[in-house]
């Protein structure tokens, strides 16, 4: 079974990126345009990997990975942030909350799946 | 990333950053009137953001790296070092404007500064703090090499780093983003090592940075692992020898480094490690990938991305027998581009002018526009939905015809046609909502036109110091796709000349006992099956006697005819080419170009427009378009034996009349109907048809509201009200004025559409060639 990651960014552009990278290397990825949403989304189903960027509308990514740490079956599902060279406040901010990893934008294709790859692997 | 989808990418973001720069704008204009208001600060902030950050993940680098400077200046603003002060929105509506131009350049490699990029640039910089300065002044003038530092990093992670799930090779990965590095990697403890435990890192790296960026941008990459590492960062004076060192030599170095890394993971692959074989050579395409990217070398860039294609492919599990050979032709075709000058070296690019990079820049953008169109995902599940059940109806049709075939003995025939007609009737009506909802699709709301105009109200009030509101209602009515990409212009025209000529001074305004603050009202809403948009403002109003005598001293009308004209055919002066009631030639209008547009724009569109005004309080516009150009409905009408159909959107009403009060003003045949007076077109004269003998008592006349002004139109008779597909003419016929297409009528004929818009200025045209001399507007 194809595993299946929750890609969460206001952008359309990002999500697209990553969707398009992902499922070309056989993951299954399901979109959500903001943290309210990948939550309601991650409650309603699972997911091996949520992508997540930081500084959304309604949600932020922060605040998304500390409502997802507190359900039981996300405790441990990796959470990869998706940041932004000025946001390095943020990373800590993300790593406190329970962060697996990062990947900072804009990044290459190979170097997500690059990530991807590892972080489902571990 | 194959070619395809970078190309998709970047029209995503193109349609992305063109609504983010909407959001934006609108957003800018409510924080100048609320300057403290957070929630409007992080709305700007975020879109900035997301510009920059998805801009360059889609390859707009300058895009990405431009917004970069206007999100610094926010970033002040959301921290409350800095306030939004009008002249600083200026400067970022004015951002707005270069990302825009920027977008349409696209992923170029040229970094020739726009003129409106420097001057963006400049009038950021006072409010950017002292750190951001240099680079701003570094992006704008290209002095690069002055900012940049060189650090020495000391890298080594803790043994049991790879626990934590991070990958040391990736934090290297992410410093060259930062600029150009040496990396020399110690061996000593894995040589060491005994015995060896391959889940442990046995190796230390030392880096050499050059980079442009700030300390702390260096010290984030390690951020995340702090704690699994021990990381020292030193800032260095670059050594002579490390300058004297070539660009080039260090890129030659670090591919060479990486070919050879290719070479010994295909023999760990031959060898039958084949796992470990792919691992090496993904990372190895990897650092040949950045190598040549942060050389700006985009040949070998994409052949090396080849090479990663194919190892990644193989990693997936597609097994191909033949992918050693394969996969040793990319690595050879990349060395051959790595060995190949770049383009840069070679082509030597001329300075651009500002023109040329003007055109270069709309270019793309145009073409997106005219070749896709964005669908709400409601309507496209509606029109699927439809589009199966069609299909399960069509599907029940030939099992019919099968049990026609086989039991047509048995069964009564008459309930069988019933059944048919069932089937056929329910294939129509889902035919119909088919058509409906493709229909739909094409429809969009003017919020798409509308949301343009704050931002040039605005302008407009600050450069004329004035005070003006634009209020905006209806915006989601919803027009054809066509009728919206065409009303901009005639609609920025208006709104426009409204707020420059129609608002008066703000002590011309309080002198008349008028509120200091100008009110525009610009409006939209459905009537029947068409759309009005109304442009209202509270303004001076519009001079009935001044146009017609200025008309008169232009030379465009006679005497006679401006004595002949009522209120609202003077007021139509206006959209006459080449009039203008200001003497004074301003920056924004009153050049006499411009009105005229709006005439012919909205005539193209077979719409109607009507001008009403009274001086001192105000004048109004009001346009009326068909909302869809697909179906509209039409008046079939008999003409000398032939069929015709008359655009229902231009009649005002049907009338039959007695053929005896027709009268003629000097040779022009006039009617009244119901106390008004209309000129007088025969349609069959029109259409050069031959004019049979009327031996009718009584005329069937349409009143026809042409922007020119409304006339008559006799037709032989009515044949009632059709809907019709209009499609324009190809060919010779696309020449012909007096028709705007041909119609598609139900049983599969073609009628032609008469351009009742244009008919009657048409004829008048003529005659004036015919007469040599000018012909009152008709009245």
């Known amino acids: 079974m194809a595993k299946k990651i929750l890609a969460v960014d206001d952008s359309s552009t990002m999500r697209q990126l990553i969707k398009m990278t992902l499922s070309r290397a056989g993951y299954e990825v399901v979109e959500a345009e903001d943290g309210a949403k990948a939550l309601q989304k991650a409650s309603a189903g699972t997911f091996d990997l949520v992508l997540s960027d930081i500084n959304m509308p309604v949600m932020s990514g922060i605040e998304l990975l500390r409502k997802l740490r507190a359900l039981p079956q996300y405790r441990f599902t990796p959470v990869v942030l998706v940041t932004t060279e000025s946001q390095s406040e943020k990373k800590q901010e993300g790593k406190t909350a329970g962060a697996t990893g990062w990947i900072v934008k804009p990044f290459e294709p190979e170097q997500l799946l690059a990530v991807v790859t590892k972080v489902l692997r571990s | 990333m194959e070619l395809g989808d970078l190309e998709q990418l970047q029209a995503g973001f193109r349609h992305e950053a063109e609504d983010l720069l909407t959001d934006l704008g609108a957003a800018l204009l409510l924080l100048e009137l609320d300057p403290h208001n957070a929630e409007v600060v992080n709305r700007v902030f975020r879109a900035m953001h997301t510009l920059k950050g998805s801009g360059a993940s889609a390859g707009f680098r300058r895009l990405a790296n431009f917004v970069h400077h206007v999100e610094e200046v926010f970033n002040r603003i959301r921290n409350k070092k800095l306030q939004a002060t009008p002249e600083l929105i200026d400067a970022t509506l004015k951002a707005c404007d270069c990302c825009a131009l920027l977008l349409g350049l696209g992923s170029t490699d040229d970094d020739t500064p726009l003129p409106l990029e420097t001057e963006v640039l400049a009038a950021l910089r006072p409010f950017l703090p002292e750190m951001d300065k240099a680079t701003g002044k570094a992006q704008a003038a290209t002095v690069a090499a002055s900012v940049a530092a060189r650090y020495k990093i ?184 790595v060995d190949s000058p770049t383009v840069a070296e070679i082509v030597t690019s001329p300075p651009r002018g500002t ?75 889902l035919a119909d909502d088919l058509q409906a909802t493709v229909m739909s699709i094409r429809m969009m709301p003017v919020r798409q036109v509308f949301q343009r105009f704050p931002r040039l109200v605005r302008d407009i009030a600050r450069n004329l110091d004035k005070n003006i509101e634009l209020h905006v209602s209806g915006e989601e009515t919803e027009l054809d796709k066509t009728v919206i990409d065409a009303i901009g212009d005639p609609l920025t025209h208006i709104i426009r000349n409204a707020a420059d000529h129609g608002i008066e001074s703000k002590a011309d305004r309080v002198e008349k ?217 190809n060919g010779v016929l696309a020449k012909v004025p007096e028709y705007v297409g041909a119609a598609i009528m139900g049983d599969g004929k073609t009628v032609l559409v008469v351009n009742t818009e244009r008919l009657f200025a048409l004829q008048r045209s003529l005659l004036t060639a015919h007469n040599d001399r000018l012909v009152a507007l008709p009245g």
């Open chain 2, 513 to 729: 006992g008028k509120s200091a603050i100008g009110r525009i009202d610009l409006s939209a809403y459905t009537r029947g099956s068409n759309v009005v948009i109304e442009v209202k403002d509270d303004g001076k109003g519009l001079d009935a006697e001044k146009l017609k005598r200025r008309a008169v001293e232009k030379g465009l009308l006679t005497e006679a005819a401006v004595a002949a004209m009522d209120e609202e055919a003077a007021f139509k002066i206006i959209l006459v080419a080449g009039f203008s009631t200001v003497d004074k030639v301003t920056d924004l209008s009153g050049r006499g170009v411009g009105m005229d547009v709006v005439r012919n724009s909205v005539e193209a569109l077979h719409g109607a427009i009507r001008i009403q005004s009274e001086i001192g309080k105000g004048t109004s516009f009001r346009i009326e378009l068909p909302a869809s150009m697909l179906v509209s409905k039409g008046i079939r009408v008999a003409v000398s034996g032939h069929e015709v159909v008359l655009p229902i959107s231009t009649i005002r009403e049907m009338v039959k009349i007695p053929k005896s009060v027709v009268r003629s003003v000097q040779g022009q045949p006039i009617a009244p109907v119901r106390g008004t007076v209309f000129p007088l077109l025969w349609l069959a004269h029109a259409l050069s048809f031959e004019r049979m003998e009327e031996r009718r008592a009584e005329l069937a006349v349409a009143i026809i509201d042409a922007a020119s002004g409304p006339y008559g139109l006799v037709v032989d008779h009515f044949l009632g009200e059709v809907e019709v597909v209009v499609k324009p003419l």
């Open chain 2, 154 to 337: 000391g890298f080594r992670p803790n043994r049991e780093i790879f626990f934590s799930g991070t990958d040391p090779a990736s934090l290297l990965l992410e410093l060259t983003d930062l600029g150009e590095m040496e990396i020399h990697c110690d061996t000593a403890d894995l040589l060491a090592a005994d015995p060896f435990d391959p889940e442990q890192c046995y190796l230390r790296w030392e880096v050499f940075l050059d980079t442009k960026q700030a300390e702390q941008a260096v010290r984030a990459v390690f951020q995340f692992v702090e704690d699994d590492c021990d990381v020292s960062i030193e800032h260095e004076e670059p050594a002579a020898s490390a300058r004297a060192e070539s660009k080039a030599a260090r890129f030659r170095g670090a591919t060479q480094q990486a070919f050879s890394a290719l070479g010994f993971a295909l023999e760990q692959f031959q060898s039958g490690d084949e796992n470990l074989g792919l691992a090496t050579a993904h990372r190895a395409a990897q650092t040949l990938i950045s190598a040549c990217k942060a050389h700006g070398h985009s040949g070998a860039t994409i052949a090396a991305r080849k090479v990663l294609e194919a190892v990644l492919a193989q990693q997936v599990g597609t097994l191909d027998g033949g992918w050693l050979t394969k996969v040793k032709l990319l690595i050879e075709a990349a060395r051959l581009a």
């Open chain 2, 355 to 429: 023109a040329v990079a003007a055109e270069i820049s709309t270019a793309p953008e145009a073409a997106t526009a005219a070749a896709s169109i964005r669908v709400d995902s409601v309507k496209l599940d509606a029109l699927m939905r439809l589009a199966g059940e069609l299909l399960v109806a069509r599907g029940a049709l030939p099992a019919f015809a099968d049990r026609v075939e086989h039991i047509a003995g048995e069964e009564s025939s008459k309930s069988m046609a019933k059944e048919m007609r069932d089937a056929g009737a329910k294939v129509s009506r």
